[in-house]
């Protein structure tokens, strides 16, 4: 018979980890050999075990599973799958980039994981299907944002390293009114801090430092 996977995981949610064991124990082709709370007990348990796959959630504390990737694939040969809540694109990018053969979510089932696993130690790439379609639609939509003249100032005054208070005086506007900005300026690039924004838009020619 042909050996099981060997699988390490890592999930900060204790409950969500224990349901991952009891959910992949009663498969006979896997193996979980390894569990960790955050990203650089899964570094740890990547070194010390070398197993076939890591099966790593995205958001955790102390290292996350963007870091803790990169970090398993440059000390060893442990292929890391993401499964996680969060399908925005960047959250998705940060992961392909970072060198993760998969990206799923939590609503896959019991079958599909155990097929991405596989297909993971393979050197498949594994992509939910709502996550492959994000992808599909990222790189059809057309490239223009509209971003007010406003939030082209808010993101400026970000890359010029301008806190929101700073923000709220160099264009005299209240500083909840600088987060309303950032907030509204996220959701139209679809990012998650400020440092993407600034580095979306600047790729996409809304703006260049020194305007």
């Known amino acids: 018979m042909t050996a099981p996977l060997r699988l390490i995981l890592a999930d900060d949610h204790l409950v969500m980890r224990a349901g991952l064991v009891a959910l992949l124990q009663t498969e ?7 569990e960790a709370a955050d990203g650089t007990g899964a570094i740890e348990l990547a070194e010390r075990l070398s197993p076939d796959v890591a099966l790593l959630d995205l958001r955790m504390p102390v290292v996350d599973g963007v870091a803790a990737t990169r970090e ?8 890391v799958l ?19 053969i998969g990206y799923l979510l939590k609503d896959t089932t019991r079958d599909e994981l155990v097929d991405a696993i596989h297909a993971a130690a393979r050197g498949r790439t594994v992509l939910a299907p ?23 100032d808010v993101l400026r005054a ?36 400020r440092t993407h924004a600034v580095i979306v838009a ?7 430092t020194g305007e």
């Open 28 to 34: 006979p082709s896997v193996q979980i050999v390894g």
């Open 72 to 79: 398993i694939l440059r000390r060893t040969g442990t292929r």
């Open 82 to 100: 993401i499964l996680t809540t969060y399908d925005t694109d960047a959250d998705i990018e940060r992961a392909i980039e970072a060198g993760a």
């Open 158 to 193: 970000v890359a010029d390293g301008l806190s929101n208070p700073e923000i709220g005086k160099r264009l005299v506007i209240a500083e909840a009114t600088v987060k309303t900005h950032l907030l509204r300026i996220f959701a139209k690039l679809d990012v998650n801090d």
């Open 202 to 208: 600047m790729n996409r020619g809304l703006f260049t």
């Open 130 to 152: 709502r996550v492959a379609e994000r992808l599909v639609a990222r790189i059809r939509r057309p490239e223009a944002i509209n971003l007010t003249h406003r939030e082209i």
